[in-house]
């Protein structure tokens, strides 16, 4: 089975959750789409390790301790001076 990207399988979760909230359906179909969801949520979740995994290991420095940087928000700007 092929790899599933993370950006399909979070749609797929959403759209499973509007499904469940709905409540129209009913108890089989229910439960198969809540399954589908939990193996959508675990591949999401299982991502967002892996990215965070090698984030860090992208931003240590030559001594191998990890660089705190602060990406800015919204409030703050991206950096730019107007």
């Given at each position: 089975?092929p790899?599933?990207?993370?950006?399909?399988?979070?749609?797929?979760?959403?759209?499973?959750?509007?499904?469940?909230?709905?409540?129209?359906?009913?108890?089989?179909?229910?439960?198969?789409?809540?399954?589908?969801?939990?193996?959508?949520?675990?591949?999401?979740s299982?991502?967002?390790?892996?990215a965070?995994?090698?984030?860090?290991?992208?931003?240590?420095?030559?001594?191998?301790?990890?660089?705190a940087?602060?990406?800015?928000?919204e409030?703050?700007?991206?950096?730019?001076?107007?």
């Open positions: 089975m790899e599933i990207k993370f950006e399909k399988a979070l749609k797929r979760l959403e759209q499973i959750v509007e499904e469940l909230e709905k409540g129209e359906l009913d108890i089989d179909k229910s439960l198969e789409i809540f399954e589908e969801g939990i193996k959508m949520s675990r591949i999401c299982k991502k967002l390790n892996e965070e995994q090698k984030i860090e290991k992208l931003t240590r420095d030559q001594k191998g301790e990890l660089i940087e602060l990406f800015p928000t409030e703050e700007g991206n950096g730019k001076q107007d």
